[in-house]
């Protein structure tokens, strides 16, 4: 009979942007046109992977937020399905990345930094 032995498994967090937005929002639709073409394509995407919520239906339940969301686009950073920074509004490129760059070092999620000002970059 052989000897079994365990070994421990350490799980990497599972890290998702989550976008919170409903039908009609203009800002939405801002960030749609902006960012969406090419967040995936990103550091940030790549490290913290879009999840998009409709606010008029219920909140999945493998989400737990710290409070309710009440603007869109809203942007929450979830790790392992909790919240742990949230962009409230949408105001431009620049910002978004600046903001959501500062979300990620806050909470000790690698990530190769998106530089709109690269030759190529988009």
Not at 50 to 72: E, Q, S
Not at 97 to 117: I, K, P, Q, S
């Amino acid at each position: 009979m052989g000897l079994m032995v365990a070994l421990p498994v350490t799980a990497r967090a599972q890290t998702v942007l989550m976008m919170a937005e409903e039908p009609g929002c203009i800002w939405c639709a801002a960030w749609n046109r902006d960012i969406g073409p090419v967040y995936d394509k990103t550091g940030e995407g790549a490290a913290a992977p879009l999840r998009r919520v409709d606010i008029t239906d219920p909140i999945p339940g493998d989400i737990t937020l710290a409070r309710a969301i009440n603007f869109t686009p809203t942007f929450v950073l979830l790790i392992d399905g909790t919240e742990v920074s949230r962009l409230e509004g949408y105001p431009g490129e620049d910002f978004f990345w600046g903001m959501l760059g500062m979300m990620l070092d806050r909470n000790d999620v690698a990530f190769e930094l998106h530089n709109a000002t690269q030759p190529g970059a988009q």
